[in-house]
């Protein structure tokens, strides 16, 4: 055989037989194509973009692109008040707002050492737990609807409705609410509040069960979820992830017991924390059960604090929210168990001026996508779907 | 066989003429040399999916999907909503037909043709009523299993022409998906066409008729015809797309697959290929198992419903109807279940579905041949 | 050691951040700063960066320390040092418990700080977003780039000099 040499070009082989035959050989590697799950995707849970190297359907790395969200709210803190960022903090995790509000207010409360009145704390676990319900239901709902089951996501959002109703009759609207302020909150709970709000636990608790028997007991959906991106303990910790991800790996972590602030330590709930048994311990199906568990606890919190919560006689919901806040000179760095984990401030402030000098979030879903590059090596795509919608991000917090 | 000698007495007796009677006045019709009655032959099935794609598939679609998820679904459209896919299909009549630059134009608009089409020469072979079929073959049943394999052609069409990664991938999932179901499909067909002996689609529906209505029918006549029942059921979902199979349409993964791209008249089209399909697919398996346009209703002494039940008209309400029902569960299936993986269907399809296939296969020829 | 300052008592878990903060000195001396024992964040500054990465290290393995999780890096601008800097919140997580901030800082023009993406992955996309708004470089880095802002931004937004740029790919920037 002649070697022509003239098209060797890595691959291809060119070569002349004896009989004057030609014959090309090439090797048959596949190349690995870029897929972009670009910044529009039904199922990034937001503007996230997500540069995918796959082989097949195997991906081969999927690095995230963040900042199609950023909105500046470390740079909105030094022009705008204290008190005035409250609604800026709203709009981070715009799903669980309460929270937000709640882990900024606890930061600069401990800046200024003031006293919060009992009723005003009880209110404030009440509102933020029917958030961390709510939270929880969308969380749910999405990653059934990524995995194609359409249904779970309606009954989530129905009865996501109710929760939304309450929070409006007591804030004023419905996703934004800008009513866990400095000190206290904006207004008192309407007189019949908790009436209703033990209504809606009675209704919910069954609904808890459906939901748990349409979507996470479905044995397809196990197959979807379980043993996929599995993530250890020690890594998770390295990783610093926080909140239902880390209790999806085994590690019994609650800010709520660990690190409690507010009236939580006189609150009696349990910190679901998966076996092994029903999900391999890190994978998405321990970390989807934790937040389905979670529901079912918060609900009895919210009985307790119905129960606990002070009467309203001569109460004043802003009788401890300061006319002019100006923390002394110091930094403080706080944080509070928001549905999605943790979420702190760090907040620098210089005795003199009513802005802080640097008030940094530290959001938990920008921490826990971090991991996302090495979690997702060598999954399928479908996989890689499975693997986002449990880490529940939200692009908000995200970006800020 | 007991069961052949009734339904050769009852014949007569059931129809008063004879079978295929309108299908063939239709082909005799001819004005000149102009081949009306076949031209009305092939429009028949056509129209019939238009209609109950309009009516029973879209609009029935979006309202058991919305009762299922505790909602209403369309109802400002007329009342309760009925005129809602009207509207709908003026709407997309009128919208601009969008050719993306860097497509291939040709496979691009061929695809949804073929896929179309592919769905659409089955119901040549799908007996509307007694004196109704479109071609009496007497292959009919291997033809069905064979043309809708013409479906692969446009999906891969629609896909690669779409000059789209993401439909590429829906396009070759499909494919993937729809070939190697045709297997536990073909074999679970067959075990139908064991008991009836024959795979005249015609036939194995006269071979279910008999006074005492459902007992006749395929599925109660054998102990083991519950699994190819049950085998054709899964893999004809597949052979659809319909979920837990729609990984193709996966819209949480590929927006939509290979026809993310299409708008307007083609996506139309594609829609009502797989409504047709769908139809296909439940027709077939209530003709090989459930009597096709037989009455499930049996005489009770004097009170004859199956007598009363049967004739050219009633058949082509029994096809329709049963027709319907498998198409209510493949939509029941669709609102409640997750989807499954691209591996995880495979698995299914080759490791489960197929060994049981060739199980029920070997049971049923066992059971033709040596049970009297 | 932990002093008490005319006599206050120190609450528990600032006890706890000064005993460990004492166990840090012992090895690293004069490269660490004085311990602050305030309430809200107690903290220490790395004076020698260049031993930070190693400092991190030692943090994160002692024994009695097991400073396992960072809970947060924040970048700073100190305009009138003429510096920037970072705070690290870190934590021992499961283990211990005690609680304690770092600071590192550098120069501001062209300064840069020791990674400490190897000792905690967190680091690496805290210590992008801390370049992105402040322009420190992170010695060592596995990805330097800017995360929040597009590739070809210029400026560093959060420092108090900041002046942002009149048009972006012809759009006008300023609000």
Known sequence: MQELGMAEQGSIRVSRKDDNVVVIEKDLATEEMLLSMGPQHPSTHGVLKL????????????????????????????????????????????????????????????????????????????????????SHLVAIGTYGIDLGAFTPFLFCFRDREHILNLLEWASGARMLYNYIWIGGVAFDIPADFNKRVKEFV???????????????????????????????????????WSGPMLRGSGVQWDLRRNDPYSVYPELDFNIPV??????????????????????????????????????????????????????????VYARAENPRGELGFYIQSDGKSTRPLRCKARSSCFVNLSAMKDLSKGQLIPDLVAIIGSIDIVLGEVDR | MSVSAISQISLPFLMGNNL??????????????????????????????????????????????????????????????????????????QKEDIVPTSADKFLFVIGPGILFVGSFLAFAVLPFSPAFIGANLNVGL???????????????????????????????????????????AAIALLCGAMMAGTL???QISVQQSGPYGFAHFFLFQSPIAWLPFLIYFIASLA?????????????????????????????????????????????????????????????????????????????????????????????????TLPRLRVDQLMYLCWKVLTPFAFISFVLTAIWEIYVP | MAETEEGKELSPSLQQSASAYAVIREQFADAVSDFDANETMPFFEVI?????????????????????????????????????????????????????????????????????????????????????????????????????????????????DYKVQESYHGIKVPY
Not at chain 1, 314 to 327: A, D, H, T
Not at chain 2, 72 to 88: H, R, S, Y
Not at chain 2, 156 to 164: K, P, Q, T, V
């Open chain 3, 48 to 160: 020698e960066t260049e031993k930070w990465p190693d400092i991190a290290l030692f943090m994160r393995d002692h024994p009695r320390l097991k400073f396992n999780y960072m809970a947060c890096l924040s970048g700073v601008d100190y305009p009138a040092e003429g510096k920037l800097g970072i705070v690290c919140n870190l934590e021992s997580l499961g283990a211990f418990g005690h609680r304690i901030a770092v600071k590192v800082k550098c120069p501001r023009d062209g300064g840069s700080i020791p990674t400490a993406a190897y000792v905690w992955h967190t680091a690496n996309w805290h210590e992008r977003e801390a370049y992105d708004m402040f322009g420190m470089q992170f010695a060592g880095h596995p990805d330097p780039r800017r995360i929040l802002c597009p590739e070809d931004w210029e400026g560093f937004p959060l420092r108090k």
């Open chain 2, 20 to 93: 295929n009677a309108w299908s063939d006045a239709l082909a005799g019709l001819t004005i000149s040399w102009f081949p009306l009655g076949l031209v009305i032959i092939a429009a028949i099935p056509l129209v019939f999916i238009a209609l109950y794609a309009l009516t029973y598939g879209v609009y029935g679609e979006r309202k058991i999907s919305a009762f299922m998820q505790d909602r209403l679904g369309p109802m400002e459209v007329g009342k309760w909503g009925i005129l809602q896919t009207l509207a709908d299909i003026l709407k997309l009549l």
């Open chain 2, 200 to 202: 005249d689609m015609q």
């Open chain 1, 274 to 331: 998966p076996d092994g048994k029903f999900s391999d311990i890190g994978d998405c199906l321990s970390r989807h059960l934790v937040r389905a568990l979670e529901m079912e606890e918060s609900l009895n919190i919210i009985e307790q604090c119905i129960s606990k919560m002070p009467g309203s006689d001569g109460f004043n919901p802003r009788s401890s929210v300061p006319k002019r806040v100006r923390p002394k000179a110091g930094e």
């Open chain 1, 51 to 134: 540069e995918c190297m796959t082989d097949g359907e195997v991906v081969t790395s999927a690095e995230p692109y963040l900042g199609y969200l950023h909105r500046c709210f470390e740079k909105h803190c030094e022009v705008v008040d204290y008190p005035g960022i409250v609604p800026y903090t709203d709009r981070m995790d715009y799903l669980a707002g309460m929270n937000n509000e709640w882990a900024y207010c606890i930061a600069v409360e401990k800046l200024l050492d003031i006293e919060i009145p009992r009723r005003v704390e009880f209110i404030r676990v009440m509102v933020s737990e029917l958030n961390r319900i709510a």
């Open chain 2, 142 to 184: 291997f033809y069905a299993i064979g043309i809708v394999s013409l479906e692969v052609v446009g999906i891969l069409a629609a896909g690669w022409g779409s000059n789209n990664k993401w439909s590429l991938y829906g396009a070759v999932r499909s494919v993937a998906q729809i070939v190697s179901y045709e297997i536990p």
């Open chain 2, 239 to 335: 052979e659809t797309n319909r979920a837990p199979f729609d990984i193709p349409e996966a819209e949480s993964e590929l927006v939509a697959g290979y026809f993310t791209e299409y708008s307007g008249m083609k996506f139309a089209v594609i829609f009502l290929a797989e409504y047709g399909s769908m139809f296909m697919v439940s027709a077939i398996i209530s003709i090989v198992f459930l009597g096709g346009w037989n009455s499930p209703l049996p005489n009770l002494g004097s009170v004859a419903l199956y007598d009363w039940t049967s004739g050219p008209v009633w058949g082509a309400f029994w096809i329709i109807s049963k027709g319907f029902f498998f198409i209510f569960v493949q939509m029941w299936l669709r609102w």
């Open chain 1, 202 to 240: 009675d209704y919910f608790r069954p609904k808890v069960v459906e939901l748990y028997k349409l979507l996470t007991e479905n044995e397809i959906f196990v197959k979807r979820t379980k043993g996929i991106g599995i993530m250890p303990a020690d890594v998770a910790i390295n990783y610093a």
